[in-house]
């Protein structure tokens, strides 16, 4: 897993709603885990694309595609991206992407052909909406 950096740009307060995304995306992975049959408990999240895949009506993604903690930098590195560059760029557009490749490169340059792979998740990331997400909404093991 690359080591966790932050652009020039990521602010201190970014980090609370990170927790918070993150929270959900370990969420949708530890349910995809049990739907497989691994040891992980049953988070009651939506597994439709799970069963589709299962089925054969829907196809499986290539193998090759980052592993939850490989992809987890690219994920917050694109929610801190759209709480710096929100109000610049309302939407995912060709000028915010490469404006974001640059500062992953930045960010990571010993990374090399990082970007290419991670992109999407870095899309992602930056079109989670935190204004929606609530501590209360994701379950605690504990609770």
Request: hydrophobic residues 30%; negative net charge; proline residues 8%.
């Amino acid at each position: 897993m690359a080591e966790q950096r932050n652009p020039t740009w990521w602010k201190p307060i970014y980090d609370k709603g990170w927790e918070r995304v993150k929270a959900a995306v370990q969420r949708d992975w530890d349910q995809t885990k049990h739907d497989i049959g691994g040891d992980e408990p049953d988070t009651d999240q939506q597994v439709t694309d799970t069963v589709k895949q299962a089925a054969g009506t829907e196809p499986i993604p290539p193998r090759g595609l980052p592993t939850f903690d490989e992809i987890l930098p690219a994920y917050r590195f694109g929610y801190g991206a759209r709480q710096r560059y929100g109000e610049q760029f309302v939407a995912w557009n060709g000028d915010i992407e490469s404006k974001l490749e640059k500062d992953w490169e930045t960010t990571y340059p010993s990374e090399g052909e990082a970007w290419a792979r991670l992109r999407d998740g870095v899309r992602r990331g930056w079109e989670m909406e935190d204004e929606s997400l609530d501590e209360d909404d994701f379950p605690h093991p504990s609770r």
